[in-house]
């Protein structure tokens, strides 16, 4: 299977990476050619437009910022819509909106082709490594076509039922963690407030009830200093922002994720929209005037060897309904 990546962005190029190691036929694209060119340098090819890259793929992944720049690059006159044809394969890897993923798959179906959505969730190291995890919306006879090539970027692999279905549980996964974030942030300055060594409060969140995901990533970034998960406030407000609309076509009055928005908007407007989203913290941090990080914590997480030949990957289908 020929396959075509654009967007080669904190993800997107961790991703292409794993299908390199894996050894397939890979062309890719992206706004910055420099960015590109580790992948070109071990093997991949070059794309001169998404149209193009459509052109000479069996299956066209597309991984960017936002639905708008997805839709550009689906729509414009060199764009991947007309480089479609009967049976190709069009997989959205971005964070995106279930009703524009849904706009976009009909115009693809149209041509013949076959649309999925398949965010991932999990940061960007375990995207390096290949444990990411990867929901898959579509139908089934789909989903076990890209699965050999699904099975290469991730571990953990759903299939949420038909298309949208998994850009919308993406949105919830991520609204759920960016709630984590702001708690723990708050957890965090209270102990350091309190009296409490950090270093023993990140290990009692650790190994108790309050531990999750989040604290065992993100809180390391926070308390070794660096702030750097390769993912920024804007990002969160937008999927913030997806998980509401989800939220409001299902007719469900929120109540914390409009605090959740109004937070990191106010992030942003201090310190840029760029800035890593553990920094939310610092909001705290100024008002209390506390500076969380707890001396000789440890490194940054390093996940798995991505070479390591121990690595399984779970694969789960949606269990059909009589």
């Not at 409060?201 to 702030?227: D, M, P």
């Not at 469900?252 to 939310?280: H, K, M, T």
Request: some cysteine; overall charge negative; glycine content about 8%.
């Amino acid at each position: 299977m020929k396959i075509g990546f654009i967007g080669l962005g904190n993800v997107g190029s961790k991703l292409a990476g794993s299908l390199l190691r894996s050894g397939f036929d890979l062309r890719v694209r992206d706004i910055d050619p420099a960015i590109a060119r580790p992948l070109l340098e071990n093997g991949a090819n070059w794309a001169d437009s998404p149209k193009a890259l459509a052109e000479t793929s069996d299956l066209i992944i597309t991984c960017l910022p936002n639905p708008a720049v997805c839709a550009a690059v689906m729509e414009a006159e060199d764009g991947v819509l007309q480089g479609l044809s009967e049976g190709k394969i069009w997989a959205e890897m971005s964070t995106t909106d279930e009703a524009e993923v849904k706009r976009l798959g009909a115009l693809v179906s149209e041509k013949g082709g076959l649309p999925l959505d398949c965010p991932v969730s999990g940061g960007c190291h375990r995207a390096a490594s290949g444990n990411i995890s990867i929901f898959v919306g579509c139908e089934r006879d789909v989903f076990e076509r890209v699965l050999p090539v699904i099975k290469a970027m991730g571990r953990w692999i759903l299939h949420t039922g038909p298309l949208g279905t998994a850009s919308m549980l993406k949105v919830v996964s991520n609204y759920l963690a960016t709630a984590n974030l702001v708690t723990l942030c708050e957890a965090l300055v209270t102990s350091k407030m309190a009296g409490l060594d950090l270093n023993i409060a990140y290990e009692a969140i650790r190994i108790s009830s309050g531990n999750s995901f989040v604290h065992e990533t993100e809180s390391q970034v926070i308390l070794n200093g660096s702030r750097n998960i390769n993912f920024t406030m804007e990002l969160v407000a937008k999927d913030v922002s997806l998980f509401q609309a989800v939220a409001q076509r299902a007719n469900v009055p929120l109540e914390v994720a409009p605090l959740l928005l109004q937070i990191f908007e106010d992030g942003i407007e201090r310190y840029g929209p760029r800035e890593w989203s553990p920094n939310i913290i610092r909001r705290l941090e100024e008002s209390c005037g506390v500076d969380i990080r707890a001396p000789g914590f440890p490194p940054e997480m390093i996940d798995d060897d991505p070479e390591s030949p121990g690595r399984e990957v779970e694969v789960r289908a949606q269990v059909p309904t009589a």
